[in-house]
């Protein structure tokens, strides 16, 4: 019987990586759905009515928001977890804290995207902030779903989670509305 207390323990001690999903698909969820929520309301915030639409200037507020919200993320954390350690060995942690924000900066890009498209097509500010909002939406959904799923969800619950990440898209759209 004790012999078979250290396996046991060891069992319960040692995270088992082939049946523990990586926590990096929680990071790329998070990076992306606060990347695709910011880059709505921004897009929301930006078009005003009644004044000229500037998608161009919209697309690189948003790329600039991104990357600055990206770098003040990661370098928080860094700060958050900082330890006393040697000078370059904490350069190296707090680069790594900033790469790992990729997610959030990426998550903005078909946003910026559509706007760049929108500036060189002459669409209307009304259609693409409504087509924006709901690609967004969408995204959020499928963030969500595909995330839960790369986690060990079931497709149901996967479902639900994504209806929840879309929810704050609605939020948007529905707070654009009544502001505007």
Do not use: C
């Not at 919209?58 to 006393?84: I, K, N, P």
């Not at 995207?113 to 690609?135: K, P, R």
């Not at 939406?137 to 799923?149: D, H, I, M, P």
């Amino acid at each position: 019987m004790t012999e078979q207390q250290p396996q046991e323990e060891s069992l319960t001690t040692r995270p088992s990586h082939a049946s523990h999903p990586s926590h990096r698909h929680a990071d790329w969820m998070f990076g992306g759905v606060y990347g695709t929520v910011l880059a709505s309301a921004l897009m929301a915030a930006l078009n005003q009515e009644g004044e000229d639409f500037t998608p161009f200037y919209d697309a690189s507020w948003v790329l600039v928001t991104a990357a600055t919200a990206g770098l003040a993320h990661g370098y928080s954390h860094h700060m958050a977890s900082h330890r006393e350690e040697a000078g370059g060995h904490r350069w190296q942690i707090l680069a790594r804290a900033l790469w790992n924000e990729w997610p959030l900066i990426v998550a903005t890009l078909p946003t910026v995207l559509l706007l760049t498209a929108a500036g060189f097509g002459g669409w209307d500010a009304y259609d693409v902030t409504a087509g924006g909002l709901g690609l967004n939406t969408a995204l959020l959904f499928g963030w969500g779903s595909l995330t839960a799923l790369r986690v060990g969800h079931r497709l149901g619950r996967a479902l639900l989670i994504g209806l929840a990440d879309a929810a704050i898209g609605l939020a948007i759209i529905v707070a654009n509305a009544l502001i505007k």
